[in-house]
């Protein structure tokens, strides 16, 4: 079985009605059967356990976004007004100090 045929035997065998999206990009994840996780098809981040929240049945319900704090003053960015993570940059309200918010920064 070629590596394409086993993933699309992987994808057939979960419940991916709504899919995975990532929490960096917004692009849709694929499951990762060898690492055993969600693997961000876009950036290739790795989406973590705990940043699932799961339905009773262990389907994926939705990703949890990344919280995201600010490098210079520690602000909580995600509660700040129109924050999107999905940009790559986002400028803190309360000191203006430009953060980038790309998977290179998790942290
Ligand atoms: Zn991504
Ligand atoms: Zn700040």
């Known amino acids: 079985m070629s590596f394409f045929e086993s993933l699309l035997d992987a994808l057939s065998n979960k419940d991916y009605s709504d899919g995975v999206k990532c929490p960096v990009c917004n692009a849709c994840a694929y499951w990762d059967e060898d690492e055993a996780l969600w693997v961000c098809s876009s950036c290739g981040y790795e ?39 999905y940009d790559n940059e986002w400028t803190c309200t309360e000191c203006g100090y430009v953060n980038d918010i790309t998977k290179d920064n998790v942290w």
Do not use: M, R, S
């Open 47 to 85: 989406i973590h356990g705990d940043q699932l929240q799961l339905d009773k049945h262990g389907n994926v319900e939705k990703t949890l976004e990344i919280d995201w704090y600010c490098d210079e003053c520690g602000a909580y960015l995600n509660d700040q007004l129109n924050f999107n993570p």
